[in-house]
């Protein structure tokens, strides 16, 4: 039977230092920005227990589907279709966040990152409970955030702990890599990790005035650093704030990159979830990043789950309007190539049934005059099933078509990308993710 839920209600479970999470996940509902759902408190080992995660999990369900108002109302990630029972569920999403200590300060972060936290219970213990009780998934992804990980005293400890308990499918590192760390370096190179940096910045003093530090240089060597190690596992993302929007700003950033040697990596495009609305002058400057990146020979180039819908919520206006007149003409010359190249193709294969595809299917352009030939979701419980009048299908249903692919996840975008062409999937029939 169908019903309302998310995957993060249904298996995730995000560890903060004074409470226990639902999800990350921040939206716009009438105006107010939601989001970071609660399942309770936490300022003690004696509050924690598998028992009472799953007691919460069900009964926020529960009032969901029995249409209550809960701290979930609006989100979009809410999907009506048929979800496990919460007791059969396994975490395959951990993010370890129990700390906020950080040696940056970031211009764009919350609040709440610059108290220096730390958490008031032992978070291992917690996660050999979910182990000997049996609710780790196989497919297990560990994200790690904070503040800054590596700065926790007890950061080997953990990532041993972690690799020999939970034994994750692969893990996630958000740090801002003042600091080089062997450990993530070492998973780095053994392709079960990958690292996700924000730089933010074409030059030092900008870097400054958006992270806080002085250590702009400091970041781009250590990155090339994890580079060495491993390029197709380093992730560098730019979050466009008001000090670092200008067309002189990515300029100097993608020469920097291609400078440092990173050219090649994996790119990340964002903004700040604070503020509801994209001004149409900075999608311009984020559509323009991923054109220089992408020409320069970067391995992927993604707008974030931040970025997607706001993009989307102007493409009519990129593509169709002329408000990028008034700017520079390596930008206008961009959106004029983007406004004659637009896919038409009749038919899509479109990897994901979330969010992200939502947002694509009713405000891309490109589906104005493209169909999805069929959907596909790795989870085989979704397989079979009908999503937006298209049937999903198993992702090795790919091989046999030649139709286009497009992947719609941010998430899962370097995992979804590296399994097509482990299929033998040729890149060509990868559309875009700057797609709008």
Known sequence: MKSPSCRFLQSAIFFAPDEL???CLRYFHDGEMKGDVRIFPVNSDKDLSLK????EKKDIIEKINRGEKTDCFGCPLLTSQEWLDIEDEKFDLISIEDHTRCNMRCSYCSEIYYGGRI?????????????KNDKI????????????????????KVIDFVNSRLQPRTQRFFSNAIDYSEEIASLLHSDKASLTTSVDAGAAE?????????????????????????????????????????????????????????????????????ERQL????????IYAHYLLTKQGANTCVFDEHVRPRISEIAKDIIDGDTYDYYPLEISEVIEEMRKNQHKVPEIIVWGIGEYANYLLD?????????VKFFVDSNPKKQGTVFRNSVVLSPEEVVGHQAPILIASSFWYHEILEQLINFGVDRSRILPNMLI
């Not at 380093?234 to 670092?244: A, H, L, M, R």
Request: aromatic fraction near 12%; charged fraction near 25%; charge should be positive.
């Open 21 to 23: 999470r639902h999800c």
């Open 52 to 55: 009472k995660v799953i007691a």
């Open 119 to 131: 958490a008031g219970y032992n978070i291992m213990s917690c996660l050999e409970e979910f182990v």
């Open 137 to 156: 998934a196989e497919d297990l992804q560990v994200s790690w955030g904070g503040g800054e990980p590596t700065m926790r005293k007890d950061f080997a």
């Open 206 to 274: 900008t870097f400054r005035k958006v992270r806080g530090v002085d250590a702009y240089t400091k970041v781009l060597r250590n990155l090339k650093k994890y580079y060495d190690v491993s390029p197709r596992n380093v992730v560098i993302k730019y979050i466009f704030t008001e000090e670092n929007s200008s067309i002189e700003e990515i300029t100097q950033f993608a020469v920097g990159i291609v400078r440092t040697g990173l050219s090649k990596a994996n790119f990340l495009l964002s903004c700040s979830f604070k």
């Open 279 to 286: 001004p149409i002058d900075q999608g311009l400057l984020i």
């Open 363 to 371: 405000k891309s352009i490109t589906f104005r005059s493209s169909s």
